[in-house]
């Protein structure tokens, strides 16, 4: 059987908050952790857990912490800004709780949205494609506060899908959504992560965080057990 | 990074917030009007005045009195004006007619017989009681110019009943005027006045004719000044000088106007009565007290004043259009607020801080062009109604002149306004702009 890839190498990763002068507050205390191709992994912990740290650092937002980080073995901790704008445009899809779609703004323009910043040829023919995935081919045009929360986070996962990421990065993503559409968005993650993209759930939902093949909890910034 | 995109999420941007953006581009309509109306207005006063100021005559030559030390004092502090080389004043607004009197009248003789002068007059006035008999007791101020036979052609006066001064009648100081034809209305009605008497400061004058302005041309005012207002020539009386020295109880004159024979002399000819005039009175171009100008002197003066009064209307304008960038930065750094989530999401979603800064100055070049091109169109509207009214101000004549005052609006006009208000974007956009670039983008995807 061919080894897969590790896409994400986290080595004792340590981020600290600097309130004042004197209040320091350890979000991550030193976090390992290896995510290869393909994997489908969630992150679960508490609120103040230090979940949305590790998410910023594994989504190259934040590049303030101690450690080493490896995405598709390639050292981030030296990059300039720019060329994390880069990685993050090649790399990594984001979603959202919130959704973070435009308003006024149609189904196909929100999903071609990433291209303003790398442009390829097939942009268009791509949207699609990533629209029809999502299941939302019949409302393209539609403007997304015409849609269902259910509807606005399919969009969002088709802009995520948009520039064929290694990793999609979901934080909370039905963190807004009832149970039943929850788990259609779920079941779309799954489907996903079968066609081979690697998935990173941030979730404080057991039965969501059951979707995925391998949980870490977070507690207190560490990873008190893990499981496969 | 695709600009087409871009600059389409940037227009719906815009258009999402239509009562705020509208107002914000007023802001900018209202200074690149005031701009384009008030610099063509001043560029339309200025055409105006040096065109009028052409009509009067290029072969004009007007040789005034003048204080030394007042000269020097406005040599000191830079007044404007006088011939290069001259260091007149121009004798178009001369104040020369007041107590300064240094021309003898044996030097207006020369004047007047110079080769190159064609026809030349003293022009001297002053406040004068008129009476229709010795013993009244009323009397009415008129002005009474103290001038020569030429006088009438030279200033375009046209005679409607009796005669002209004679040489003779001047040159014996007779006593004998000419009576304006509105002077002649006040006094005599519809009497004709040639013939009769009239006492200037009791001193029994015989009228000899009556002169009217010749309508054709504009009512060039005595010694040049603004005609049309006060001292009008019509309501005044006309004597020979030597006359006049006598009932003003003076010796000298203190304003000569004269023509010369061709525009291309007039520079030669004035120069060189300015020399023989400073080697008379014994003095330099620092302490001259006679000052020979043209009517090119003249035009220069002016039309320098009048650019700068251009520049200053431009000045006034530029102020409100700096109050209009102010209300595009301060709208920027508000939607920079609002949108500080999208703002985090671009750049979760690839935008490099560059593309973050280029987003945000473009919507403020849009929202400042949008203005510009309102506000020229509006300039060019304002502009042409000030005409209008700028035409009624000042009345058909008011600088001398029969034409209308048009507002010139040309072309690098419109493109420095459009050019300017996209700078304006862009300098009150930046750092709005600088500031959403800045953003942390964690914190903004934050940001509730």
Redesign the interface.
Known sequence: MKRRQPVIELKNIEKTYRTSAEIETKALRGINLTINEGDFVAIMGASGSGK?SLM?II?L??RHFEGEYRLNGEDITSLS??RL??L???S?G?I?Q?F?L????SVLENV????????RADDERRALKAIKQVGLERYINNHTNQLSGGQMQRVAIA?ALM?NPSILLADEPTGNLDHKTAHEIMDLFTSINEQGTTIVLITHEDDIADVAKQKYLLFDGEFRKGKE | ??ST??LK?SF?SIA?NKVRSSLTILGVVIGIAAVISLVGLGKGLQNNVTNNISNLGTTDITISSQDPERQTADRESGTPGGRPGGGGRPGGFSFGGGDTSTITTAEYEYVKEYDGIASASPNESTQIAVTKSSTSDTASQYQVYGVDTSYIELEDLKITSGENLSESQVADAKKVVMIGSEAADELFGDESPVGKVIYLDDTKYTIVGVFESDDSQAEPGPGGGFPGGINRVTSSFVTGYNAWLNLADKEKLSSITAKADSEDVVEEVATAIEAKLYVNHDVTEDDADVAVSTSQDLLSTVSDVASGFTTTLAGIAAISLVVGGIGIMNIMLVTVTERT??I??????????R?VVYQFLLESVILTLIGGLIGVALGILFGSNATSFINIGFGGGGFGGSSDTRVVIDVSTILIAVGVSSIIGVIFGLFPALKASRLD??EA??YE
């Open positions: 949305s910023s989504g937002l934040d800004d720019n704008s880069e993050r445009s090649d990594i984001f959202f919130q973070n435009l308003k006024r703004t071609l949205l990433p291209t303003t910043y790398k442009s802009r520039m | 990074m695709k995109a871009l999420q719906k999402s989530r999208e985090g999401l671009r750049r979760a979603l690839g935008a490099k801080r593309h983008p964690v995807l934050r």
